[in-house]
């Protein structure tokens, strides 16, 4: 059987802390990185996580420029990406999906929120993925609008 693995990138240790443990109780292997920057260089190393778990306020490089890059990395296209932050205004949402995410958390957020929202990305396929990517963009548009 093949573990799941997750990157989680944020750069509040204790966050990543409870994320590393939730994540590992239902059974994702989890590597951490503290800052975008960091993140890349691993991914830039070959670390090839099924998910990556990524905050959009960060120092150095924040969330917005790491997954823009990450989208950029060779190699990199088919690593899902859940972006988790307190900045959930209808515009952040619809930037995060606009530049590739694959799921977006609000922080704070209840653990089994943030379990379920994780379990469910990593079951989709790659083609599911885009599906559901196009149909939440075209939703945090419309509420946008509003």
Not at 38 to 45: F, G, H, I, S
Not at 108 to 117: I, K
Not at 127 to 141: G, S
Request: aromatic share 4%; with cysteine; proline share 3%.
């Amino acid at each position: 059987m093949i573990v799941p693995t997750a990157l989680v990138v944020d750069d509040t240790g204790d966050i990543r802390f409870l994320m590393k443990v939730l994540l590992a109780h239902s059974g994702l292997e989890v590597q951490e990185a503290e800052n975008g920057d960091e993140a890349l260089a691993a991914l830039a190393d070959g670390v090839r996580p099924d998910i990556v778990v990524l905050d959009l306020q960060m120092p150095e490089r924040d969330g917005w420029e790491t997954l823009t890059s990450l989208r950029a990395l060779d190699g990199t296209t088919g690593i899902a990406v859940v972006v988790c932050s307190v900045k959930a205004g209808a515009s952040d949402v619809r930037r995060a999906w606009e530049l590739g995410c694959d799921g977006y958390i609000k922080k704070p957020f209840s653990n089994t929120t943030f379990v379920d929202e994780i379990r469910a990305v990593v079951a989709r396929t790659s083609d599911e993925r885009r599906t559901v990517r196009a149909q939440r963009l075209l939703e945090a548009r419309a509420l946008e609008a509003v």
